[in-house]
């Protein structure tokens, strides 16, 4: 009988790959869909009144709002085992990145500073959301003309911009991005970054025009 291979040590890594991929994956459609929902307010506010209605009716903020925070965490802690937090570990990356001049290391340093921003950012958004109920474009609109509008201009381009180098990377990761079609899949990444950084800033400039009164 042959005896079984042993392959231990490799489970907990390829496990937590795995978390990594899927939380992050889960992260993305709710930023897109998130996007989606609050830009309902450039058709018409009282359409992202009704859905933010709809998601307080449902409990779906109430209680989503905690669960999208908790699986942004263990994204991160998943994923920070990876990145260069002390001056020494920095030091020798920022060296090999110089040397190597490899663009895909450098969006892989990009994501990392992007994603401290955007757990920082996010983390606050979310508990200025759930603690101001109910979900209206009046709210929102005060919110972004009481002060807030220089918080969304960084949270959104920087939200952004570490989905799309994220969703790259898994592609390649996972073998869907290759040699062959790296450029068109940049492409329609650079495309998509851009339709939701513009459809971002257009639903800013409405709920900046739209009047309201205090939450």
Known sequence: MTKPQYNGPQTVPTRLDFFQASTGVLLILFLWAHLIMVGS????????????????????AQVGGPIVFLIMLAHFVIAARKMPFNAGELSVFW???REMNHKDTWLWLVQ???????????????????????????????????????FYLVLLPMAELH?????????????YITRANRKQWQFREYMLMLFFVLFGLLT???????????V
Do not use: D
């Not at 058709?43 to 307080?56: C, D, H, Q, R, T």
């Not at 409405?206 to 009047?211: A, E, S, Y």
């Open 95 to 97: 060296k090999h990145s």
């Open 204 to 214: 800013l400039w409405r709920l900046w025009m739209l009047g309201g009164q205090g």
């Open 163 to 175: 989905v799309g180098i994220g969703l790259y990377r898994l592609g390649v990761k996972y073998g």
């Open 41 to 60: 307010v450039v058709i018409s506010p009282k359409l992202m009144n009704i859905l933010g209605w709809f998601f307080e009716a449902t409990y779906m």
């Open 112 to 150: 990392v500073l992007s994603a401290l921003v955007v757990l920082v950012l996010a983390s606050i958004h979310i508990y200025q959301i759930l603690t101001h109920l109910p979900i209206t474009a009046e709210n929102s609109a005060v919110r972004v003309q009481g002060g807030w509008l220089p």
